[in-house]
């Protein structure tokens, strides 16, 4: 078993991250994440608020963005924080699976608070290198922090001295299923097979590393040179332990910016789209629009959220690239014009990003996909309704939901008579034929390049509206 934790853990300030977010920083398993204060004890109880908070619901990026005894902390108390919650929220499962050989039934929902406490102390002394000791007496200090639970510090105590005693050695006996809900699991075997499905978990167990996309693609070899980076087969640089992305070369003059390898696919199959005229929906924060001005379109990026559509003002400035920006429900937008191209990059589950989104996993819901579903069906029937004769729309989403990629698609064919699909050829996506699934369309999964530190899964799919 691989521990991806301990390879150190980085909050990159990759395009889905709110600017409030902790400092890109790298407070690693090795040596152990430290903060400023004696005790770090203020960084575990950031880390507690906002485990509550990802509890009621809250995304890992809303509970970043809203929490203040995490907003107060700076430099390593910040990113020991943030640590802290990614490393539970990666290995909730196998955590609660060992905690559970030592508390004889489910703690209520009123203890939740004791959970999350002796969540911390075991993702510290497993995962993160933090001496058993430390581990263990913050996590009694934090109990006596509230009237309600004080009376449980004995059990932790007890409970977390066990955890640690056993060690990392228990972690082998833990199912590989342990960090993914059911439902989840039960859909994916459905669509990647036993072996498949086990190969997904376990990179979502991993760090993912730090990707970045070119403005100009031809410059790979000089960026990759100069960043210390690794050239991906399909073109992205990667790095690898950065602790703060605005300080790495070409960051500044807009040469790259952040974007996970997978998400760089889809607009690629636009092919050339020089002089074009590209509607970008469902664009915030970016990425694809800067690749599809970079590439010489005439690009106009439509999101129905102002504040996501700031970053994407923000970059285009960074990068000295042009897009009109659009505040407006995809649904509701009717352009005087029709586009010669689409790319719709609908909002979904976004299972595919559980690597960089450890949350996802517990706050979403199989009864959340139906919803999603109907709305990215009906985003495609109106940015067919936007499309010229002739022109290509592509369809993409980041989740590994077979409903929200290739039965999507497959209902998209049967609804519209003159729409047809174009399959990728492998040259398209620099013969990253991997990457095509049986129909023609754009299937990556986490579990790909596992040995160069994995990709995010993106399913994408072309199609043709008939003249
Ligand atoms: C997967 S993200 C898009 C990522 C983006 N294309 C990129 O490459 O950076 C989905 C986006 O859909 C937007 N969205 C959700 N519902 C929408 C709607 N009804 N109309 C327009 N945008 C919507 C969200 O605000 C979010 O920014």
């Given at each position: 078993m691989t521990f991806g934790a301990r390879r150190g853990l980085r909050r990159v300030m990759e395009h889905k991250n709110p600017p409030s977010g902790p400092p890109a920083s790298t407070s690693s398993a090795s040596p152990a994440p430290t903060?400023?204060?004696?005790?770090g004890l203020d960084s575990r109880r950031a880390a507690l608020d906002l485990l509550a908070r990802i509890r009621r619901g809250f995304l890992l990026d809303e509970a970043l963005s809203a929490c203040i005894s995490f907003d107060e902390l700076e430099g390593p108390d910040r990113s020991f924080a943030y640590a802290l919650t990614v490393t539970v929220l990666r290995r909730r499962g196998t955590i609660d699976h060992l905690l559970g050989a030592y508390i004889d039934r489910p703690l209520p929902k009123k203890l939740a608070r004791v959970m999350d406490i002796l969540r911390l102390a075991a993702a510290q002394t497993l995962f993160l290198g933090t001496p058993d000791h430390a581990a263990v007496s913050t996590a009694v200090t934090l109990a006596g922090d509230r009237k309600e639970i004080a009376g449980y510090a004995k059990l932790i105590n007890a409970v977390a001295r066990k955890v640690a005693k056993a060690g990392?050695?228990?972690?082998?006996?833990?199912?590989?299923?342990?960090?993914?809900p059911a439902w989840m699991w039960r859909s994916w075997e459905r669509n990647y097979g036993p072996q498949g499905t086990r190969a997904i978990a376990e990179a979502h167990r991993q760090e993912p590393p730090l990707d970045l996309t070119l403005k100009n693609p031809a410059d790979a070899t000089l960026w990759a040179d100069r960043l210390q980076a690794e050239t991906l087969p399909t073109g992205s640089l990667r790095l690898r332990n950065i602790s703060d992305v605005k300080k790495l070369d070409g960051f500044g003059d807009g040469v790259w910016w952040v974007q996970d390898t997978a998400a760089s696919l889809p607009t690629r199959l636009l092919g050339d789209v020089s002089g074009k005229k590209v509607f970008d929906l469902c664009a915030a924060p970016g990425g694809k629009t800067l690749q599809l001005a970079a590439a010489g379109a005439e690009v106009i990026s439509v999101d129905i959220s102002d504040p996501r559509l700031q970053r994407v003002r923000e970059n285009l400035g960074r990068t000295g690239l042009t897009a009109a920006i659009v505040t407006e429900d995809v649904l509701r937008w009717s352009p005087d014009e029709k586009a010669d191209a689409i790319l719709l990059d609908a909002p979904c589950s976004a299972t595919g990003t559980i690597r960089r989104h450890p949350d996802i996993p517990w706050v979403k819901h199989e009864t959340d996909i139906a919803a999603l579903t109907s709305l990215q069906a009906r985003m495609i029937d109106h940015a067919l309704s936007l499309l010229k004769p002739g022109g290509t729309l592509i369809y993409c989403v980041c989740s590994l939901q077979a409903a929200e990629g290739e039965k999507q698609a497959q209902a998209a064919l049967k609804r519209h008579d003159k729409l047809t699909r174009k399959a990728v050829t492998a040259d398209e996506i620099s013969?990253?034929?991997?990457?095509?699934?049986r129909h023609g369309d754009l299937r990556t999964l986490p579990s790909m390049l596992a040995e160069k530190g994995g990709m995010d899964g993106f399913y994408a799919a072309r199609f043709i509206l008939a003249a």
């Open positions: 903060s400023t204060s004696a005790s990392t050695a228990a972690l082998e006996k833990v199912p590989a299923r342990a960090d993914t013969g990253f034929g991997e990457a095509i699934n």
